[in-house]
């Protein structure tokens, strides 16, 4: 079994930084793109940063200069720090990765984690 584990969500003054963190447990033979996703309430969950296993990163217009991807294959971790907060990045953020299990190696494409909740007060 493979799983995302999502942490470091909470709430935060807006200005403020926080740090998410994603770990894959389980056996992952290859991880290939990782990325973060956030869902405010009635609203549909949007990408917000993604970054491949050659360290590509891609990010949603409105977080560009205010949100780092970055991962640590070793760790099987991703992080996504997040400085300059708005009230408008409030949301459940998600991690999710295009993984091959390590016993078999099957792919599973598209694995989702919990999500974590990130609050932004005014």
């Known amino acids: 079994q493979v799983q995302l584990v999502e942490s470091g969500g909470g709430l935060v003054q807006a200005g403020g930084s926080l740090r998410l963190s994603c770990a894959a447990s389980?056996?992952?033979?290859?991880?290939?793109?990782m990325g973060w996703y956030r869902q405010a309430p009635g609203k549909e969950r949007e990408l917000v940063a993604a970054i491949t296993d050659g360290a590509d990163t891609n990010y949603a217009d409105s977080v560009k200069g205010r949100f780092t991807i970055s991962r640590d294959n070793a760790k099987k971790t991703v992080y996504l720090q997040m400085s300059s907060l708005k009230p408008e990045d409030t949301g459940v953020y998600y991690c999710?990765?295009?993984?091959?299990?390590?016993?078999?190696?099957?792919?599973?494409?598209?694995?989702w984690g919990q999500g974590t909740q990130v609050t932004v007060s005014s």
């Open positions: 389980g056996s992952v033979f290859v991880i290939n793109t």
């Open positions: 999710n990765a295009d993984l091959i299990e390590d016993r078999k190696h099957i792919r599973y494409p598209e694995v």
